[in-house]
């Protein structure tokens, strides 16, 4: 995973000035606008002011227990706030920093606006940017308004986001991306989007604006890191609820308590053992602080965490929903095979050799330089040491591929060499009055059922054999489809193969299933198939034509190379353009959603032991027996209770950084996951308490605070 | 080695008899074609045009609730009406006049939200009218109120993007004509055979078999006694029409005794046949409930699995009575006071059990009562050991889910299910989903609701009671066992369970009232909760089920809801426990 260069820069920083920032920050947060955005915590900071206000009554002499217990119990619940508002303000921290870092890349430039119309092709050849200039007037880029032109010189800040329009150029766009290495931005084609804040390196660009300043690219990243996780989710909002809930029944829980053992006590003709301060430490004690402090950090941390892997969410949504995602689309270049398809084997045909084949084939292969062309020459290299031949003055016409043939070759002395998928060659000979044999046929089907793919080679109108182009499946890819179908995700396989060779590739990869020949409609009518039976579908993709089905996917990853139409279909854009990183993704939304539940389950099961150490208490006055609950053999009443509004407070702090990171996640099933979360979390949060509870008793006795 | 057989026979027959009825009422609820229904049919579609009803209406959740709520506040004033107004009525053959308003108020909440929380004794202070046209006729519709508004639910749960959940005309309708009028009536036939009243007539006064005297202090001695002062040689047998109305009170878990003692009383359970009716009767629907939601769903796991949840802790809290009840209290057992043992009478805690029952009868039929929001009683429970009250207690404030009430117990339990879904199917990293529909807010919200309303009532209850210096008064014990007392109450009234600790004078204007309101939230809030969830439920569409999905059909499941219904009760109660029964249990042993 490379990293950005906004992360590295907050490395830097990480530690020091981070922290206080945080710390800085956590005080800042004790704004009652801030708290009451977290009902659980806005409860606690309510029972600091409450019981801070008793203290001051028990100076006055108004006490219904000694100052200086109701003073610590005030101090603690402080804390306590501050421990939450801390933990949100770490997490928002690493958002901002990245913030920071982007907002530095976008500044205000001069641009040179073109007022005078458009060079037509041609025009430009000699020196453009004296003729655009000429053509243009200085603006500042904040002015620029969508469809302005602009031309951007070598050296020069692209102003805005844009499409290429006419020229070439190399485009260092490590400010967003991270990455050193330049990119092409070219006019036409899918390499024609360019973003403000990225620098020409070389050679020149005249750019037609597609976002006005204020809403470009960057501006939506900036506005995405610091901000997409402060809007709640719906999951968010869901587990919200039931918190709030507890919270409620808790209070109530505390309050009624006070009536219960008036009303006890009285059958016994005794005083009220609790007191308002005892109960108020019992009710923060069981109200869920623990995920209610938690619970923006590990939105935010999760969204962080999305960020690190280099892509960008729009939404917080997003990212849940790509928990959720049970079906990937991958296209199979770059995610299934490695990128390109190679020849293997020279089969020849029809009574001619191998190295007769060869040596034609390296003929017609001579001048493509597509990855295939060259893997033909390097193979008759390799297997008859067949040398490169210069063209130039050998008398060879060069014939490139065309989409009306389908064919490219040389010719010479009269000669004829073509090459091309196996119909297109077919009726080439059959112009000429040669034959397709039998032989022929059953080679290319051959080597299309073994998921190669076949090149036919003919010299003279008469085909001398098959290139067997292989795609070469990615190493392990099989393991992680294996392990994704564990966690009960199908993997679809893209490809605009033929259904026979795309079927052979798909069961070397072990994908699920694969759509073959894949157009935009058919690709868009998946996902629609998919979902109608109820499934969450992820997907890829860059080009304008995935836009219609990256806006029907529910996780749409853009690519960063994309088009600006794929990129504002999608949900996400992958600053990386990695076609492996859905899966990524999905992993950080499970993650993300784990971490939620398993800490939920920790902070309900702390509540146990809580109650074996506050209830025994609480009550030890009015009933001498209830000792007996007192199980862990807490020392006095008051160490009891603060023990455990101690713990209660410091586990806020302990959890933080499982909250930022992550639980540890494991591709298994549903099963298996929920059996290790129950232990590890359900388990862990009933036991860890009584233990620790008891050590900070014994500590605060050993304190002489009994 | 008979008790444990005794107690294995009651709870195999439950379940045996549960499973086909679970499918009879399947089919009647979605109005497929049932061997009464050649019968019924006909009168069913007479009902329907003289109450202008369409059959074939499909409501959505605001017009399904709207009924629901109307219904039942129609059938509230009309029985608060008519309880008030008694003595004006006919069939009232001893003259007796109408209920002072607070406790017809009281009453009247009591059977219209299926608690029948009884503050009053039926025999002395009810009419037949009363009895028959008043309380009966709601323990017929409220069960079929509860189960009407659980199909919504099925519905809803089922349906995919449509918001129709059936008509509550028709299936209050079909929930009376086809499963409790049948059932009861076969079963009221058997209960006039054993000797149970079934009449119009006087009450009839009779000679006694052994005279009682009663000396100076009004305490009664035997007849022959050199200080008595009196004898009293006859006494008053209640009439009426009993029968019927004991069967349906078991039957729709209603509870509501026609004689003060309830079904302790010889009259309500004359015979060993009466008794294992009506104790398998108590739990009979609920449990065939949760068979028919599985099958409702096309998911029979599903509906095993709930079943699998509520069976384990009918089971667990059965052995725990019955071991305590055995077992008496330390007092009891000391210097063989008391006989413990169980060869051929029964030892044990005998303090408020009938002799005819004993503690296996009365330990099982506590443990029914409770589980189902029924409340009948065959024994005292005021008088079982600390820990033998405090379960029943314990599973009225799970939120009545053990079983629960015809319906509510249910939807209920679903509310839990959903709770333990969320939490888990976060854990296994997916946004939580039941049954193929995602949990989002709204469900939340509303099963929240579903969870923790009868805690909240419980509380809320007992706090003023508690709050009031009047209830000391009320109470026949000091100390734990006072504010078990109190605790008792509130949480049979919250749990809408009807049953009573006794031991607590409940018929004071405060505490009528108190439990009044009480029952009101208990039953409605719950009712309106799951209308909401079955609309919300209904609208959405179904996510597919992949080796990803929780499963909520497996031991895994089952004993994670065990877990989340403890521990929801757990943290809610214990400390309210803690100053009753266990409080109690400590001072006894130690």
Redesign the interface.
């Known amino acids: 995973m490379r990293e950005t260069m906004a992360i590295a820069t907050l490395k830097q920083y990480d530690t020091k000035s981070q922290a206080s920032r945080a710390v800085r920050d956590a005080f800042a947060k004790l704004n009652p606008k801030d708290q009451v955005k977290n009902p659980v915590m806005f409860m606690v900071f309510v029972s600091a002011i409450l019981t801070t206000i008793l203290f001051v009554l028990s100076l006055a002499g108004i006490a219904d227990q000694q100052p200086g217990f109701i003073l610590a119990i005030a101090v603690i619940l402080w804390l306590t706030v501050l421990f939450a508002n801390f933990a949100e303000a770490i997490a928002e921290g690493r958002g901002k920093a990245q913030a920071d870092s982007l907002r530095a890349a976008k500044r205000d430039v001069q641009a040179h606006k073109i007022t005078q119309g458009l060079l037509a092709a041609g025009q430009h050849e000699g020196d453009p940017a004296s003729l655009y200039f000429a053509r243009s007037e200085e603006v500042n880029s904040a002015t620029l308004k969508k469809k302005d032109y602009v031309f951007v010189a070598a050296g020069e800040q692209i102003p805005a986001d844009g499409e290429v329009v006419q020229g070439a150029a190399s485009v260092d766009e490590s400010a967003i991306t991270g990455e050193s290495a330049p990119v092409i931005r070219e006019s036409g084609g899918d390499r024609s989007s360019v973003t403000g804040g990225t620098t020409v390196l070389s050679d020149w660009l005249v750019v037609c604006v597609t976002q006005e300043s204020g809403k470009s690219f960057l501006d939506q990243m900036i506005s995405m890191v610091e901000s997409a996780t402060r809007k709640k989710t719906p999951n968010e909002i869901a587990l919200q609820i039931l918190l709030v809930a507890l919270t409620i029944i808790f209070l109530l829980v505390a309050a009624s308590l006070f009536t219960f053992s008036g009303f006890s006590s009285g059958l016994s003709d005794m005083a009220n053992p609790t007191t308002i301060t005892s109960l108020v430490a019992l009710f923060v004690c069981l109200a869920p602080t623990t995920i209610g402090a938690l619970l923006s950090a590990i939105g935010i941390a999760g969204m962080s965490r999305l960020n690190k892997a280099n892509v960008l969410a729009m939404s917080g949504r997003a990212v849940e929903a790509a928990g959720d995602v049970d079906v990937l689309l991958l296209d199979k270049t770059g995610t299934i095979t490695l990128g390109n398809r190679q020849a293997s084997e020279f089969v020849p045909v029809d009574g001619a050799t191998e190295e007769e084949l060869a040596d034609a084939a390296q003929l017609a292969s001579l001048t493509d330089e597509t990855p295939e062309g060259r893997s033909i020459v390097v193979l008759a290299k390799e297997r008859f040491n067949i040398r490169e031949r210069e063209l130039e003055g050998s008398g060879m016409v060069s014939i490139p591929f065309s989409a009306a043939t389908r064919m490219s070759g040389v010719d010479f002395d009269g000669h004829e060499i073509r090459k091309g998928a196996a119909d297109a060659i077919k009726s080439y000979v059959e112009k000429f009055g040669g034959s397709y044999s039998d032989e022929c046929r059953q080679r290319v089907e051959d080597i299309s059922r073994a998921g190669g793919t076949p090149l036919l080679v003919a010299r003279d109108h008469r085909i001398v054999g098959v290139i067997y182009l292989k795609d070469i499946v990615k190493q392990g890819i099989k393991e992680n489809f294996a392990s994704l179908r564990k966690m009960g995700i199908k993997t679809i396989m893209i490809t605009g193969d033929n259904p026979m060779t795309a079927a052979a590739i798909a069961a070397e990869a072990g994908v699920d299933d694969f759509l073959a020949e894949a157009t935009p409609e058919a690709k868009l009518d998946m996902i629609r198939r998919y979902q109608a039976e109820g499934h969450m579908v992820a997907m890829t993709g860059d080009g304008t034509n995935d836009a219609p089905a990256l806006a029907q996917a529910d996780v749409a990853v853009a690519m960063n190379s994309g088009t600006q139409a794929a990129k504002e279909a999608g949900n996400m854009v992958d600053l990386d353009s990695s076609p492996t990183k859905l899966i990524d993704i999905v992993m950080i939304g499970k993650q993300l959603l784990m971490t939620r539940g398993s800490l939920t389950t920790f902070s309900i099961a702390n509540d146990i032991a809580k109650y074996f150490a506050i209830v025994p208490a609480l009550f030890v006055p009015l009933y001498p027996e209830l000792d007996a609950l007192n199980i862990m053999r807490l020392t006095s009443p008051e160490t009891a209770i603060l023990a455990a509004i101690i713990y209660n407070a410091l586990i806020i702090v302990a959890l933080i950084p499982l909250a930022l990171k992550g639980v540890k996640y494991r591709e298994a099933s549903s099963q298996s996951l929920l059996t290790r979360n129950l232990l590890v979390y359900g388990l862990g949060g009933i036991v860890l308490p009584f233990v620790a509870i008891k050590a900070i008793d014994l500590l605060l006795t050993l304190c002489g605070m009994a | 080695m008979d008790e444990l057989l005794e107690y294995g026979i009651y709870v195999a027959l439950l379940v045996a008899l549960a499973i086909p009825l679970s499918g009879y009422i399947n089919r009647v609820m979605a109005g497929e074609k049932t061997l009464l229904g050649r019968v019924l049919c006909p009168v069913e579609g007479v009902l329907y045009r003289v109450i202008g009803v369409s059959r074939n209406e499909n409501m959505n959740w605001k017009r399904y609730l709207l009924c629901a709520l109307a219904f039942s506040a129609v059938s509230l004033i009309v029985l608060w009406a008519i309880l008030m107004c008694q003595g004006f009525l006919p069939f009232n053959p001893e003259g007796l006049p109408g209920q002072s308003w607070d406790l017809a108020f009281n009453t009247a909440v009591s059977f219209v939200t299926n608690t029948n929380w009884q503050s009053y004794s039926g025999e002395s202070s009810l009419s037949y009218f009363s009895q028959a046209i008043g309380l009966t006729v709601q323990n017929f519709v409220t069960p079929a109120v509860g189960m009407a508004v659980l199909f919504a639910l099925f519905r809803g749960m089922v349906a995919e993007n449509s918001e129709g959940l059936g008509s509550f005309w028709v299936d209050v309708t079909r929930g009376v004509m086809y499963v409790f009028i049948p059932l009861c009536l076969v079963m009221s036939i058997v209960g006039i055979a054993s000797g149970m009243p079934e009449n119009l007539s006087e009450y009839q006064e009779v000679d006694l078999v052994e005279p009682v005297g009663i000396d100076a202090d009004g305490n009664a001695v035997a007849a022959d006694d050199p200080s008595a002062v009196d004898t009293v040689d006859k006494q008053i047998v209640p009439m009426g029409p009993q029968a019927s109305q004991v069967m349906i009170k078991q039957l729709g878990t209603n509870g509501g005794g026609y004689n003060g003692v309830n079904s302790a009383s010889p009259l309500e359970n004359p015979t060993p046949l009466t008794n294992i009716i009506q104790c398998i009767a108590l739990l009979l629907v609920p449990i065939a409930l949760l068979f028919s939601f599985g099958r409702f769903v096309n998911d029979r796991r599903q509906g095993r699995a709930v079943f699998a949840a509520v069976f384990i802790l009918l089971v667990v809290s059965l052995g725990l009575i019955a071991f305590f009840e055995q077992s008496g209290t330390p007092q009891l057992a000391q210097n063989g006071a008391v006989y413990m043992g169980v060869d051929g009478q029964s030892g044990g805690n005998m303090e408020g059990k009938e002799v005819r029952f004993g503690v296996t009868d009365s330990s099982l039929w506590a443990a029914f009562t409770t589980a189902a929001s029924n409340g009948s009683v065959n024994s005292m429970h005021d008088s079982y050991t600390p820990i033998g009250g405090m379960v029943p207690m314990v599973l009225m404030q799970l939120g009545e889910v053990i079983g629960g009430g015809v319906g509510c117990g249910l939807y209920s339990l679903i509310g839990f299910v959903m ?1 333990t879904v ?11 989903e039941y049954l ?1 529909k995602k ?3 709204k ?3 509303m099963a ?2 579903l ?2 309303t009868t ?2 009532v419980i ?2 209850g ?2 003023a009671m ?2 009031d210096p009047a ?2 008064d009320s ?1 026949n014990n ?3 066992h ?2 078990s007392e ?2 008792y109450a509130a949480t049979s009234a919250g749990g809408n369970n009807g049953s009573a600790f006794a031991g607590l004078n409940a018929n004071t204007p405060f505490i009528n009232v108190v439990l009044g309101l009480e029952m009101l939230v208990n039953r409605f809030v719950p009712i309106v909760a799951t209308c909401v969830l079955a609309g919300s439920l209904a609208s959405r ?4 089920t ?6 909520t059909s ?1 031991a ?1 499941f089952v004993f ?1 809801l065990i877990l989340i219904i403890l ?1 929801v009760g ?3 109660m ?3 426990l ?2 009753g029964p ?2 109690e249990q ?2 006894m042993v ?1």
């Open positions: 709770l969320f939490i888990a199917g976060l854990m296994v990293g997916r946004t939580p193929g949990i989002g807010p469900e939340m919200r929240v609701i969870c923790i805690p909240f509380l809320v007992a706090a508690s709050l209830t000391v109470l000091p100390g734990a006072g504010f109190v605790l569409k179904k996510v597919a992949t080796a990803g999905t929780l499963s497996n895994m994670l521990l757990a943290l809610t214990f400390p309210a803690a100053l266990i409080a400590l001072q130690m």
